[in-house]
């Protein structure tokens, strides 16, 4: 009986501190960081919107777990009618999201000269 509870103790024990490491070293190397450069996702979106709301789901989760500090911008790369009312759903649904026709892509992802690099 007591060999039983020992071993569930030191599986338990193992189980405990399998999971502490993982969000300690996950915490450790996280490149979320205030006040740096912005950066963006910029995820391209063409025809019906095949695999945006997967990809824009994984996006979300980094940013929910900070993992990573970044701004998703969805380019309308060509989208169909339909592709355009998942990017209006994905939006409700994600308010962070920007989307932009291509041709504004450029405007919004233009940052100051002071942080361009010089050769």
């Known amino acids: 009986m007591t060999l039983a509870i020992e071993f569930i103790l030191a599986f338990l024990c193992a189980a405990l501190l399998?999971?502490?490491s993982r969000v300690v070293f996950s915490r450790l190397v996280s490149p979320c960081q205030q006040g740096a450069?912005?950066?963006f996702a910029v995820v391209p979106a063409v025809g019906d919107g095949e695999g945006l709301e997967q990809t824009l789901r994984h996006l979300h989760w980094l940013r929910e777990e900070k993992l990573s500090?970044?701004?998703v911008l969805v380019v309308n790369g060509g989208l169909t009618p339909a592709g355009l009312e998942t990017v209006q759903a994905l939006a409700r649904k994600y308010p962070s999201l920007l989307f932009c026709p291509a041709e504004e892509a450029t405007l919004i992802l233009n940052l100051d000269e002071s942080f361009s690099v010089k050769p």
Do not use: E, G, K, R
């Open 18 to 20: 399998l999971s502490l």
């Open 37 to 39: 450069v912005p950066v």
């Open 69 to 71: 500090c970044f701004t």
